[in-house]
């Protein structure tokens, strides 16, 4: 893919970039730790994993906005991904445009997610001009939660919904929405007045 298709967005300790070969081992290993892939329907092999990028790559050039690969600048390690995604279910709420991570488990607890996400919802609300941006996620997700809640993103329980492509009473087919309007994101993302 042609890196100019990606912006590149550097925050003070990440820099959210073009998916390079050399992410594709460390993404392989990321989505095959346990931890990491706790609230995914089904775990993910080095082949779907791949896979996972040749179509992240693909919604970047459909859409022109999408996951990007996330890296540390301190070190150049590759971490994880942060973007934009259009669901392709059909939901009350849909279509949308979802903020999405997935990091490595040794990237957790340092705010990364939170940081990177930022960055991603000011490309979503200034470049892209959208109105609203959702995030979802299994109700047990304590930690995405968490993040969304930090990003201002609120939820009404009347939103919840059933993921369609998982058989009813899966335990993780039951997913809590997130959303956030532009306006409010500008009111949040806004210093407060000085005095």
Known sequence: MAEALIPRITTDRLVLR??????????????????????????????GSDDLIDRIEAHW??????LWAAERRADATFIGFVG????????AFTPCVEIGWRLAHAAWGHGYATEA??????F??????LDEIVSFT?????????????????RDPADDFDLP??????ELRRHVLYRLGRDAWRT????APPG
Request: charged residues 25%; without cysteine; hydrophobic residues 45%.
């Open 84 to 91: 934009l995604a259009a669901p392709s279910f059909e939901a």
């Open 117 to 122: 996400a930022r960055a991603a919802l000011r």
């Open 188 to 191: 949040a993302a806004s210093p």
């Open 61 to 66: 050039s459909a859409t022109g906005h999408g």
């Open 18 to 47: 073009e998916w390079q070969p050399a992410d594709r081992e460390p993404f392989a290993r990321l989505n095959a730790d346990p931890r990491v892939v706790e609230f995914l329907s089904r775990p993910i092999d080095r082949a």
């Open 138 to 154: 299994v109700p047990a997700n304590v930690r995405s939660r968490a993040v969304m809640e930090r990003l201002g993103m609120t």
């Open 165 to 170: 492509s998982l058989a009813e009473g899966h």
């Open 124 to 129: 979503g609300f200034d470049d892209l001009g």
